[in-house]
């Protein structure tokens, strides 16, 4: 770990029982992940702790180390690391307590992953793949491998994320909610995420007629409605009563998820909020096809919750 800067010394001790992981790079991802990042420890109170991920020093005998490669790797990511927290401390708006830290493993996201364990971050955030449309997500091989592994939460910032101002905050939390297993560690991760940003909560469900030849599409719409209904009227009778009253709930039903989602409409400051497939391992990331359709459409930050049951 590297020095700690003059912003991490205040409201730290306040903000250590919440604790953000962003992956950092030096590059337009990392400033979009870095961005997503500050707006949810500013608004949440929490402390940000800023990882860059170097390869492991542990190398095979076959390959010879090179000292004065791993000195100047090592000085330079400092360097890249002092730059961010310039920037969120030029940034009035960007008060939030920060450490920055360097980290080694075989992988990016084993580092991430690693990190959050040892700081017991609640949530890892990271960038999307360069080359993606703006505003949208594009998974690389980092967020890929997070998204398939990790056993803590994970945000992706779409493209662009930096361009949303700090002062923005989180002005609404949306909770996709399923009608499979998985519901409920969804569904409690979307009511602490908007009690702790103290943000509205919406609970949308995404209706696709994906029809086989022949059925009639005015009752089967009919019916997926009214089964989306029931499902966000469940959801809603496990809200705790300070959010009951201010949450809404909407369901989109179009022909594809990604139509879906583009018919609803999304705050700037929203955060989306998905449950792991089926898939994955208890307590594990598994991002799933129809949140990976999302993905593709979302215009706004996309987390993704653990799977926290064996059914």
Do not use: C
């Not at 040892?118 to 990271?126: D, N, Q, S, Y």
């Not at 949306?174 to 919406?202: K, Q």
């Not at 009752?219 to 209904?229: G, I, K, Q, R």
């Not at 594809?256 to 449950?275: M, N, S, Y």
């Amino acid at each position: 770990m590297i020095a700690v800067t003059d912003a991490a010394t205040r409201g730290a001790a306040d903000a250590a029982a919440r604790r953000i992981v962003v992956g950092y790079t030096a590059n337009d991802s990392g400033a979009d992940a870095l961005a997503l990042a500050t707006r949810l420890a500013r608004a949440s109170e929490a402390l940000l702790d800023i990882v860059m991920v170097l390869p492991s020093e542990a190398r095979s005998s076959t390959v010879p180390s090179d000292p004065g490669y791993e000195r100047y790797l090592k000085e330079q990511s400092r360097e890249w690391l002092a730059e961010a927290s310039e920037s969120l401390d030029d940034d009035d708006d960007a008060d939030v307590a920060q450490l920055l830290h360097i980290r080694y493993a075989e992988s990016f996201a084993e580092g991430l992953i690693a990190a959050a364990h040892e700081f017991g971050a609640r949530l890892i955030v990271v960038g999307a793949a360069r080359g993606g449309l703006f505003g949208r997500s594009r998974i690389g091989s980092v967020a890929n491998e997070l998204l398939h592994s990790s056993d803590v939460p994970v945000a992706l910032a779409p493209s662009g994320s930096r361009e949303v101002p700090v002062s923005v905050g989180v002005t609404r939390v949306t909770a996709a909610i399923g009608t499979r297993p998985g519901a409920d560690a969804l569904l409690e991760a979307s009511v602490a995420l908007a009690t702790a940003v103290h943000a509205p909560l919406r609970l949308v469900s995404l209706v696709s007629l994906d029809l086989p030849a022949g059925m009639d599409e005015g009752l089967a719409e009919l019916t997926s409605t009214v089964h989306a209904d029931e499902v966000l009227a469940a959801a809603r009778r496990e809200l705790p009563r300070t959010l009951d009253a201010t949450a809404t709930a909407a369901a989109a039903t179009a022909a594809t998820v990604e139509e879906a989602v583009r018919a609803l409409d999304w705050h700037d400051g929203e955060i989306v909020l998905v449950a792991s497939s089926r898939l994955a391992r208890p307590h594990h990331l598994f991002l799933g096809s129809t949140a990976a359709k999302m993905l593709r459409e979302l215009p706004v930050p996309m987390i993704v919750v653990p799977r926290t049951t064996t059914s």
